[in-house]
T-cell receptor, first 114, second 112 residues
């Protein structure tokens, strides 16, 4: 069985500060891991994905995430927050098979304070 | 061109009505999905079709019936709408072997 836990449903950071959004997963097989972003009134957009290659994954808009198997974590970071980063962020895990199910976390709402 | 498009974007209706939401993808993907996002932003898979065949069917009331006329379309029909059906419904698609899901912009359903 697979699941995702996102710690902190709301995170606030100052503009220019480090962004850290936490994600822990459980999976009985080597996982595929994803971060999606949802801007207000829009669909989900893929930020980055981990598929068993490099453990440090770089995504769009300056975001990156590091897969740590020992900690079963896939935290999302960005060195310097921008106002445009304010959105809902979802971590997801899947088994990696064709057409398989994604399990999403409950989301973290990021607020950027000017 | 929109990759995954859903219509309508907003849907307001009365309890007991029957409504449909349409989804089309022009990415040539093989698998399509329907998700429900509740008021707390929680996303839950409802159905998944691969090449027009149902492969995921989570515990969803049988008032919800997906229909896939071809692999580019996955429509969602809802009978006898209830207040608890109010949510945002997202369609998504993926390509076999790629394991990335691409999402539509969502349909916000409000049942009064």
């Amino acid at each position: 069985a697979q699941s995702v836990t996102q710690l902190g449903s709301h995170v606030s950071v100052s503009e220019g500060a480090l962004v850290l959004l936490r994600c822990n997963y459980s999976s009985s097989v080597p996982p595929y891991l994803f971060w999606y972003v949802q801007y207000p009134n829009q669909g989900l957009q893929l930020l980055l994905k981990y598929t068993s290659a490099a453990t440090l994954v770089k995504g769009i808009n300056g975001f990156e995430a590091e897969f740590k198997k020992s900690e079963t974590s896939f935290h999302l970071t960005k060195p310097s927050a921008h106002m445009s980063d304010a959105a809902e962020y979802f971590c997801a895990v899947s088994e990696g098979n064709t057409g398989n199910q994604f399990y999403f976390g409950t989301g973290t709402s990021l607020t950027v304070i000017p | 061109d929109t990759a995954v498009s859903q219509t309508p974007k907003y849907l307001v209706t009365q309890m007991g009505n029957d409504k449909s939401i349409k989804c089309e993808q022009n990415l040539g993907h093989d698998t399509m999905y329907w998700y429900k996002q509740d008021s707390k932003k929680f996303l839950k898979i409802m159905f998944s079709y691969n090449n027009k065949e149902l492969i995921i069917n989570e515990t969803v009331p049988n008032r919800f019936s997906p229909k896939s006329p071809d692999k580019a379309h996955l429509n969602l029909h809802i009978n006898s709408l209830e207040l608890g059906d109010s949510a945002v419904y997202f369609c998504a698609s993926s390509k076999n072997g790629e394991n990335i899901q691409y999402f539509g912009a969502g349909t916000r359903l409000s049942v009064l």
